[in-house]
């Protein structure tokens, strides 16, 4: 995956505690998001930012916190982890708004797997 | 409630037959639609896309087919290779910063 890193790939966390997740894009892109795969569901969306300083929530933002200091970084913070947020977690990143321009692409980092019991 | 519904979790097809995957919405905002492939442990990856104002995209191997009117589209993919083997996610955007995706479909080639 092109220029989009995420950390960690793996981790677990007990209920109540608090992580970070980490996401790098290399590409100078203004927009950036996350989202959560579960099964059954397919990716949706939890929050996005469309530049530095700029964030907005998405279809599943509850129990999520992200902020936008810089173009290159985009943490997703669990505030306080719970059983349902146990899913996969990937972040992208484009220059453009998705669909908004033909042949426009969103690059996706690799996931970072999150279990908590 | 999803608005982007891929009706069929898994295919399984024999090398180089063809693969056609659905996709069903119910958004009539979306304008554009896209579809991904995702391998295990791999993020996903943009695979092609079509504008509302076309039916049919063709690349390559690849082609996506959009009847607005049925609020439906598919993926041909002739011929189905090995490689294909994976997990097609169809996705659809209202013209803005948002994308929503089906449940995806997981496609087997056999040799």
């Known amino acids: 995956n092109a220029g989009v890193t995420q950390t960690p790939k793996f981790q677990v966390l007990k209920t109540g505690q608090s992580m970070t997740l980490q996401c790098a894009q290399d590409?100078?892109?203004?927009?950036m998001s996350w989202y959560r795969q579960d099964p059954g569901m397919g990716l949706r969306l939890i929050h996005y930012?469309?530049?530095?300083?700029?964030?907005d929530q998405g279809e599943v933002p509850n129990g999520y916190n992200v902020s936008r200091s810089t173009t290159e970084d985009f943490p997703l913070r669990l505030l306080s982890a719970a059983p349902s947020q146990t899913s996969v977690y990937f972040c992208?990143?484009?220059?453009?708004?998705?669909?908004?321009?033909?042949?426009?692409?969103?690059?996706f980092g690799e996931g970072s797997w999150l279990t908590v019991v | 409630d999803q608005q982007v519904k891929q009706n069929s979790p898994s295919l399984s097809v024999q090398e180089g037959r063809i693969s056609i995957l659905n996709c069903d919405y119910t958004?009539?905002?979306?304008?554009?639609f896209l579809w991904y492939k995702k391998y295990p442990a791999e993020g996903p990856t943009f695979l092609i896309s079509?504008?509302?104002?076309?039916d049919k995209n063709e690349d390559g191997r690849f082609t996506v087919f959009l009847n607005k009117s049925a609020k439906h589209l598919s993926l041909h993919i002739v011929p189905s290779q090995p490689g294909d083997s994976a997990v097609y996610f169809c996705?659809?955007?209202?013209?803005?910063?948002?994308?929503?995706f089906g449940a995806g479909t997981t496609v087997t080639v056999r040799a």
């Open positions: 992208a990143s484009s220059y453009l708004a998705a669909g908004a321009q033909a042949g426009n692409t969103i690059y």
């Open positions: 590409m100078n892109h203004e927009y």
């Open positions: 930012s469309v530049g530095a300083g700029i964030t």
């Open positions: 958004n009539s905002m979306f304008d554009y």
């Open positions: 079509i504008s509302s104002i076309k």
């Open positions: 996705a659809a955007s209202a013209n803005d910063y948002k994308l929503s």
